[in-house]
């Protein structure tokens, strides 16, 4: 018999027909093992080497998300048609002791076997359990509805985006055509989480709160790569401040170039705000987030690399300036972070059509 | 006008800042949980800005000093590990101010001091005062409190008080000490904290009984059989905590609050809604329910108390109960409980419910097991050997903490035997996120006006009239039940064993 090949990351290549075989032959190997699952977890990249650099990520998430992932690598210009499967389990212990596995299987789909995803992976869910789908990079053609139908939750990162206006309108479409309550979650707006709690927090204090009918300026600092959680941040304020899209104002400085972009809102009270998001190749993901108006003036800011931002607040005869936790930087441990938080995330799905829209507006 | 930046992001009552005044700041409670308890949540992100933390205590210490004694623990101690840069921002908040508890004039620089912090550092004049000194001084202090005007918030804030347990020794205490409390605060600005309700596994019994449609049909009399609550403990009194101990014992310090609080999430009644009073209006029925023993006899005949002899624990000598540190020689204190409990409910009619709480005990493992009764006596039942146990819905409350049910399976085979198997939920397995420590989750509810996890006036008052019956059978009586005795390293006396051999039940092993 001949021995099978074993791949340093993605573990001992099987036969695709036999994969539940394999399984429960890896889990038989040692019985101190325990297997733990509360979720399929399915990783999607068209990208060439994802495989071997999800399967690290994947090792790194199943620290604290017990799942079974489910790795897919496609190649759709190969001229040859390929399934091939790979299993492996990351294990770690728990309290130092016990041993507790997830289970891995790695697909890579070449040719026109890529139009085989379907059957094939989705034959190896574990049953009952939700299914989270970690898809990277652009959307492809493989997006469609037979696809996100399966899906509970289906996670992307638009930061990286060519034409985010179109991508969006597919995923506004897939909202609204999945046969059943499908919960999207981009990465770029979890980025912009803590930055969210945070201005939340500055807001709990009643001389921010009682200034927010003042407030008349936003400025975001943002790194260019990451201006889509700039985007949604602003939209975010807009949304809960009830702050209309005006139309442009003359402006001293250019709408949009390159690193500043400007939009003007009304609030309820008729109070134009001018808000102002500012590229920096220097800033973290989100850099600073500052909110002024009258004597007033709040601000969250982080530091490059910082693991915290520090929020103040500053206005006559009072000063208040505490640390908090800082969003992370990597889309797997960003992630981790979301799984955690769980939730139908439609606080997403209220900001979406402002987001669109101030991306149409540059 | 509301926040409108709050919504959806997190699925909890608001803390709002405010200035955390600690009575007994130099104490370990203090350094090893208090501190590092609200140091995690500002690293969390759930403590709001503008928090500060006021350390009173008797001994002379500056702030400097202060803050150097909390860091040094917290170093040791942090759930999330201590990070420099967010301690050396954190400490900015945190103050001393030395007093003794009796001092009037001491509380009246107290109330001075805190509006120059206010001052200073911004903040609009919440405060939280957290008791954790010495149970002696709780009457002082809160008196002083109210002298020096502490216990009124200004317009459009709060002042709130959190006493730790012990909260009385008996009924008049407690009711006495209520008094104080409710001239100083008004009930609802009063949290009696236990810890225990803060573990999350005692916050999952309500989610496990009331979110899960399988449980709540099947709990009551007419399926459970019997229901046992165990706290074991395996330690004795070390680093002198004998002297507290033995004005204590086995039953005040731990079944009064702590044991009975989880039998009422246990064996409540599904409340209206989730707000505080919802949940303690059903929790303090359970206790008013509890069958009331009114005399010697009757406590003899379903507590049982004894005291450890000296015997091995994890492979070491120990010594008996009466030999420890700071421990009366001829002491009459319990160092092991046992009772067997009646809820006289429609519910919970015929079912005993069986509390254990002992030191010196093989480990140490807190847990409510449910047994259900045994299915009828046909089929499998009618083989030789019935069903090999009844099944067992366990839920571990610390350590491990997690969910297990017993079920009886057949074993592979061309004949029909039968074994029990379990199905194990452990939290650390399925969760590899380390829950918040007890005493952070009720800090923040504290600091957001949530008293759902705290004990209510009647509550506390409620417990210790049906411990008093106990006590009084014990220590006033002409013919008190005997004191038992148990091997250190064992699983209680045999006395125990036989409370509920009378009825047809043993104790789960652990």
Known sequence: ?362 | MTNPFREDLVSRSRPEPCTVVIFGATGDLTHRKLVPAIYNLAIDGELPPGVKILGFARREKSDAEFRKGLEELNRKVSRSGHDDTIWASFEESIHYHQSEFTDLAGYQRLAARLDEIDRERGGKGNRLFYIASAPEFFDDILTHLKAAGLNQAAEGCWARVIVEKPFGTDLATAQQLNEVVNRTFQEKDTYRIDHYLGKETAQNLMVLRFANAIFEPLWNSRYIDQIQITCAENLGMEGGRGGYYDKSGALRDMVQNHLLQLLSLVAMEPPTDLSADGVRDEKVKVIRSLRQWDSPEKVAANVIRAQYHAGHVDGKPVPGYREEDRVDPESMTESYVALRLMIDTWRWSGVPFYIRMGKQLPKKATEISVHFKAPPGVLFNALAGGVPGGNVLVIRIQPDEGISLRMVSKIPGTSLRLEPVKMDFHYSTSFGKSSPEAYERLLLDAMAGDATLFARRDEVEEAWRFIDHIERAWHQSENPPPMAGYVAGTWGPKEADELLQADGHVWRRL
């Open chain 1, 1 to 362: 018999m001949a021995t099978p090949e074993m791949h340093p990351e993605l573990g001992r290549e099987v036969p695709v027909g036999s994969i539940d075989k394999e399984l429960h032959k890896l889990w038989a190997e040692d019985e101190a093992r325990t297997n733990a699952s509360l979720m399929n977890l399915a990783v999607y990249s068209e990208a060439p080497g994802a495989l071997e650099k999800n399967s690290a990520a994947v090792r790194e998430l199943t620290a604290e998300h017990a799942c079974r992932a489910i790795l897919i690598g496609i190649d759709r210009d190969a001229p040859e048609t390929s399934i091939r499967a790979w299993i492996t389990a990351h294990c770690h212990l728990s309290h130092g002791k016990k041993s507790i596995c997830c289970e891995q299987i790695a697909f890579a789909l070449t040719g026109k076997a890529t139009g085989r995803l379907r059957n094939t992976v989705f034959a190896h869910l574990a049953s009952d359990l939700p299914l989270i789908f970690w898809w990277q990079g652009e959307l492809s053609p493989i997006f469609e509805d037979r696809l996100y139908s399966l899906v509970d939750r289906f996670v992307f990162d638009s930061s990286g985006w060519v034409d985010p206006c179109s991508s969006f309108a597919r995923i506004t479409e897939a909202i609204a055509n999945a046969t059943r309550p499908l919960v999207v979650q981009d990465l770029a707006w979890t980025r912009t989480f803590q930055f969210r709690v945070s201005v939340a927090s500055l807001f709990d204090d009643p001389i921010m709160l009682s200034a927010l009918s003042e407030i008349g300026a936003v400025e975001i600092i943002y790194h260019p790569a990451h201006r889509g959680s700039a985007l949604q941040l602003l939209a975010w304020l807009a949304v809960q401040a009830s702050w209309s899209d005006t139309v442009e104002l003359p402006l001293a400085v250019p709408n949009h170039n390159d690193s500043k972009a400007c939009f003007s809102f009304e609030s309820t009270s008729g109070k134009t705000i001018l808000a102002t998001l500012v590229a920096n190749p220097d800033s973290a993901p989100l850099g600073c987030l500052t909110l002024s108006g009258g004597e007033v003036s709040a601000s969250v800011s982080r530091e490059a690399g910082s693991s915290h931002v520090i929020r103040r607040i500053e206005a006559p005869g009072h000063f208040v300036e505490a640390p908090g936790p800082a969003d992370p930087d990597t889309c797997a441990d960003l992630i981790g972070e979301q799984l955690a938080r769980g939730g139908k995330n439609s606080l997403f799905r209220k900001i979406l059509p402002r987001f669109r829209s101030l991306l149409e507006r540059q």
